[in-house]
């Protein structure tokens, strides 16, 4: 029997019709003039939503992808490195560090909270041989925001040390101000705030990054930024180009630049806001101390897994939201609101989750959920 389906997860997020059109174009060569006239309009949307006069380099590959280069080709071998570890994400800088053999400290979080920027300026100030500090704008695992744009205030003094920041799940969701942040390094990939499929990863890089760029010693190979600048300046990427998201991403950016960057903000704002006043009118509490726009995470009630919810969200109502990654596993559950969706796929999977939590025995008033979305949407929803 056919069963609709919806994506309410943090990535892959639902695809806009044009934005499939689009990719259904007939191929283009990856060496044509036509690829680089596409290719030199994608460099211009790709700085307007990083908010950067920097370089953005786009791989084929995911997020993880762009990540796993900025390590290998900003820093140089035993490095010292500081890595914010509030969730899953944060370990996997930290990972990726340790891959390469640097020399890695961490400020561990109690997962749900957020880090204190002074916490990183202390560290600073005793260690200035830290050469990178990495951390996410959105640590997508606990729905925590990091206050990046204070960090960047604090590191932008080091005159030898970079900031990494993973803003995939970030970009297109809410404001990173890459230059007025003196954000170096931001990392994206496609699958999120950018409503395309998974296979594209990005990163923007500042001058003052090039600079580590150039003298980095660390082993690489496909993923070299230096290589990529030289390819870029013919509006081409080092290698085979992944040429159909490259036509769904230009179209995608048509549709962020047509609507302006303040109104996609506005829009999650307000999604998220809808959501975390549903999870308070059902009853349940949510995890992140400093919540972000992309993604609302409930702590499921007592007695009840998370991971349940979400079983039968996906199997009896065909809605796919996310449970909690490594030690969060059937203790949240997370609902997104990044990319190509509105008020009404909220509505819809606020209801089904309600359906789900009664069915597992908690207390709640069907519809209560449902009333609390309705109710922000009305009063302060508005279109272009
Ligand atoms: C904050 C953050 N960092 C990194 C990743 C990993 O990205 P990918 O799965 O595209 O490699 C994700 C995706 O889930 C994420 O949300």
């Known amino acids: 029997m056919m069963k609709k389906r919806y994506l309410m997860a943090p990535g892959p997020t639902p695809v806009p019709p044009n934005v499939r059109l689009a990719m259904a174009e007939p191929l283009i060569h990856h060496r044509s003039p036509q690829f680089s006239s596409v290719f030199a309009e994608v460099q211009n949307g790709l700085q307007y939503l990083f908010q950067t006069q920097n370089e953005v380099l786009t791989f084929a590959a995911s997020g993880t992808g762009a990540m796993d280069g900025a390590v ?7 490095d010292k490195v500081l890595v914010v570890r509030g969730g899953k994400f944060g370990e996997r800088w930290a990972e990726i560090c340790e891959a390469y053999g640097l020399n890695v400290e961490n400020i561990d979080l109690t997962w749900g909270e957020a880090v204190d920027p002074d916490a990183i300026a202390e560290k600073l100030s005793t260690k200035p041989d830290i050469r990178a500090i ?6 997508t695992s606990t729905g925590v925001k990091h206050d990046v744009k204070k ?3 604090i590191v932008k003094d080091f005159e030898d040390t970079i900031l990494i920041v993973d803003a995939i799940s970030a970009l297109g969701v809410f404001d990173v101000k890459t230059d007025d942040w003196h954000l170096d390094v931001v ?3 496609s699958q999120k705030g950018l409503m395309l499929p998974p296979g594209l990863a990005f990163v923007s890089i500042s001058p003052k990054a090039w600079e580590f760029a150039d003298r980095s010693d660390l082993p690489k190979y496909y993923f070299n930024f230096l290589k990529e600048r030289k390819s870029l300046v013919k509006n081409q990427t080092a290698f085979t180009s992944p040429v159909s998201l490259v036509m769904g991403l230009r179209e995608v950016l048509k549709m962020i630049k047509a609507e302006g960057l303040d109104f996609y903000f506005f829009r999650h704002r307000l999604l998220a806001k809808a959501t975390r006043a549903a999870a308070k009118a059902m009853g ?3 995890f992140a101390k400093v919540p972000s726009e992309g993604v609302t995470v409930f702590r499921a009630p007592d007695g009840i897994d998370a991971q349940e919810v979400v079983r039968i969200v996906r199997e009896k109502y065909g809605i796919t939201i996310a449970g909690g990654q490594a030690r969060l596993k059937g203790k949240i ?5 990044m990319g190509y969706i509105g008020p009404f796929d909220i509505i819809l999977t606020v209801s089904a989750v309600e359906m789900a939590l009664k069915e597992l025995g908690h207390a709640l008033e069907l519809g209560a959920g449902v009333k609390a979305v309705q109710e922000v949407v009305l009063k302060e929803w508005k279109e272009l």
């Open 134 to 139: 990495f951390v996410q704008a959105h640590e």
């Open 187 to 189: 990392v994206s990939g």
């Open 72 to 78: 290998s080709n900003l820093l140089s071998v035993g």
């Open 333 to 337: 559950f997370r609902i997104a609101h």
């Open 151 to 153: 960090i960047g205030q």
């Open 284 to 286: 349940l509490d949510t």
